[in-house]
C-alpha cells in the first residue's frame, strides 16, 4: 500500500497564496482518483475537490469553487492544492487522498490517506 504525505503547510497571511503538494513516501502515487480534504478540531472532515488522475478532471465542494484549485503531475506522482486567496476560516489540517481503483473513487471510498499538514491563515 502506498504512503502519501503532504507538504507546504504552515503559516500564510490572508490573501497570499499557498501551494500544498503530496507525495508518495514510498513507491509512485498513482492513484484512480485523488482529493484534498481539511478538518478543524472538533469538526468533521470536509471535502475540499477532486481530481480524476488519468484525464485530469476536477470537482469541488461548492464552498471550494474558485479558491482552491487541484492539480496532479500523472508520471510524477504528485498531488497539487492550491489555494487562492486564503482566509482565517480556512485554518486547518489539510489532507490528500487517493482512492486505488475506480470503484473506490466513484463511491468516494479512500483509501489511501496522508497524515494531514496543517494551515494556519492569519489575518
Known amino acids: 500500500q502506498v504512503r502519501v504525505k503532504e507538504t507546504g503547510g504552515g503559516l500564510v497571511q490572508a490573501g497570499n497564496s499557498l501551494t500544498l503538494s503530496c507525495t508518495a513516501q514510498?513507491?509512485?502515487?498513482?492513484?484512480?482518483?485523488a482529493s484534498w480534504w481539511r478538518q478543524v478540531p472538533g469538526k468533521e472532515r470536509e471535502f475540499v475537490g477532486t481530481i480524476d488522475w488519468g484525464n485530469g478532471g476536477t470537482w469541488y465542494a461548492d464552498s471550494a469553487w474558485g479558491r482552491f484549485r487541484i492539480s496532479r503531475d500523472k508520471a510524477g506522482g504528485i498531488l497539487w492544492l492550491l489555494f487562492n486567496n486564503p482566509q482565517p476560516e480556512d485554518t486547518a489540517v489539510y489532507y490528500c487522498?487517493?482512492?486505488?481503483?475506480?470503484?473506490?473513487?466513484?463511491?468516494?471510498?479512500?483509501?489511501?490517506w496522508g497524515q494531514g499538514t496543517q494551515v494556519t491563515v492569519s489575518p
Open positions: 514510498s513507491g509512485t502515487f498513482s492513484p484512480y482518483g
Open positions: 487522498a487517493g482512492a486505488s481503483t475506480a470503484e473506490n473513487y466513484y463511491s468516494r471510498r479512500y483509501d489511501i
